[in-house]
């Protein structure tokens, strides 16, 4: 059988299940590393002092902002699921999108902010 | 731009495209481009169509890259300069060129319980169903699909998952589900429930996008999913 | 279809993961604040922990936020697995509870260490 290509799935709601399901794949991946991370605490303050003074570089501070904005797309491209199974129908949703996608921007410029203040 | 260079899948899944170069007309369809292939340049060309005016489904193919009704698709609309790539319906095995088989689509639309079922007789007074209901509207919004197969090529997750039932046999079930005569009942939510049904739609939305009909499946697997639900909380299932 | 699991059984894991999915979607929005916040002026130790050690608030709701990943992430992992690696067999399901059980227990010794006083 043909399978389709990139041509059948250029389209929004598309996109959406796409950036959903692919920044849900990075943050479980994440996860374990974060809570790793974390646990060094359990070896008092110099020891979770130690392990962010490692992380303390751009290359690191990179990852953490593309992370953030992966959580603020995956929660609010979440969300416009929960309307779409939960709610009475009006579409796709695609005004969703478009807040999530905005909410990306905005979780990301936020960081960048708290970073350099 | 008097001639479209028209590339068409020949063969079956081991086949490839083959150009032919075919001229270009006010107002002409995809089924026209088709139909002047084979009627002029390549007698065996196998395709399928019937009403040729948007009533019956037949002639659903994939023209560049999208799934749709060759017979409403006008040249104008689709084409990239003077190309069109026109290859048969995605997810389905070929039989011959532009013809696929569509038995895997058909059988799904019967393992969804696809068919209504009845408890009363001719005996019987007529069932009393509130046009305005919103289980009466649920229904009626689903209740024009003439089963064309162009969401059902559309879907990824069909594309995935071999037994998953695809949107058209679960637009079906939908309506059925919210129709106030059907008796099939738990037996069909049972059917559609599962990761060969309701539970693997992932919201993609390409079966919306494409239905020629402007139906929404999408909608339906959403409700038929908080119906298995309540009927799983119950303990139904 | 993953012979594995009983279509009531499916039934429940969707409704289980939308469920997580709502009480997520109010932890992001918390923890996105949190990490705009403790990002400010540079990550330490000692900062982290000022905030953190004996807040019982801040160990409930992050204890809340750990058990919601539990739940939320295995679920999704398994359909990723099932669709793009084809795994469907009683193996993604284990595989999935492996996580589950990775998921709960890092994250939760992750709270305790950085709740604990």
Redesign the interface.
């Known amino acids: ?9 250029n ?4 996109w959406a ?1 796409l950036i959903h ?1 692919l920044s ?2 990075a ?2 991946l994440f ?2 590393v ?9 070896q008092g ?8 003074k490692l ?2 570089n751009p290359l690191f501070k990179t990852g ?1 902002w593309g992370l ?1 904005i992966l ?2 797309l995956h ?1 609010m491209g ?2 416009r ?2 309307l ?3 709610r009475p ?1 009006t ?2 949703r695609k005004d969703w999108v478009a807040f999530s996608l905005g909410a990306g921007l905005c ?1 990301g410029l ?2 960048m902010l ?2 350099f ?1 | 731009m008097t001639t479209l260079n028209v590339r068409v899948w020949r063969g079956n899944e081991d086949g490839e495209f083959v150009s032919y170069q075919v001229p270009r007309n006010a107002s002409q369809t995809v089924l026209d481009v088709v139909t002047y292939i084979q009627r002029h340049l390549e007698p065996d060309l196998g395709y399928r169509f019937a009403c040729r005016v948007g009533m019956c489904g037949s002639c659903a193919m994939t023209v560049n890259g999208k799934a749709r009704w060759s017979c409403r698709t006008h040249v104008a609309k689709v084409v990239q300069g003077d190309a069109l790539e026109i290859a048969p319906l995605s997810n389905l095995p070929v039989i011959k060129d532009l013809a696929t088989d569509m038995t895997a689509f058909f059988d799904k639309w019967a393992a969804a319980k696809g068919q209504f079922k009845g408890a009363t007789t001719r005996h019987d007074a007529f069932a009393s169903v509130e046009p305005a209901s919103p289980a009466r509207k649920a229904a009626d919004a689903g209740i024009e699909c003439i089963g064309c197969g162009v969401c059902y090529a559309s879907c990824d997750v069909v594309g995935w998952r071999p037994d998953y039932l695809g949107p058209a046999a679960m637009n079906r079930a939908w309506t059925l589900v919210n129709d106030v005569r059907d008796v099939v009942g738990t037996e069909r939510l049972r059917a559609v429930a599962g990761d060969a049904g309701c539970h693997s739609c992932h919201t993609q939305g390409s079966c919306t996008e494409r239905c020629p009909k402007q139906l929404a499946p999408t909608a339906g697997i959403a409700g038929l999913k908080r119906i298995v639900a309540k009927a799983a909380i119950k303990g139904e299932l | 279809m993953n012979k594995a699991i009983s279509v009531g059984t499916q039934a429940r894991l969707w409704y289980w993961q939308r469920l997580s999915a709502m009480v997520l979607a109010l932890c992001v929005v918390g923890h996105l604040i949190v990490i705009m916040v403790a990002v400010r002026g540079g990550l330490s130790g000692a900062e982290v922990l000022a905030r953190t050690r004996g807040n019982w608030a801040f160990g409930a709701f992050y204890a809340c936020f750990v058990l919601a990943c539990t739940v939320h992430v295995p679920i999704g992992l398994m359909r990723i697995a099932e669709e793009w690696l084809a795994w469907r067999s009683r193996g993604v399901v284990t595989a999935a509870w492996l996580f589950a059980a990775v998921l709960g227990l890092a994250g939760l010794r992750a709270v305790y260490a950085v709740v604990m006083p």
Do not use: C, Q
């Open positions: 059988m043909k399978r389709n290509d990139m041509r059948a799935r389209h929004a709601a598309y299940f399901r849900g794949l943050l479980a996860l374990p974060h809570f790793w991370a974390l646990g060094h605490a359990i303050e110099a020891a979770l002092d130690g392990f962010l992380t303390d953490e953030v959580l603020s929660m979440g969300v699921l929960l779409i199974e939960f129908w579409g796709l979780a936020a960081f708290s970073l203040s």
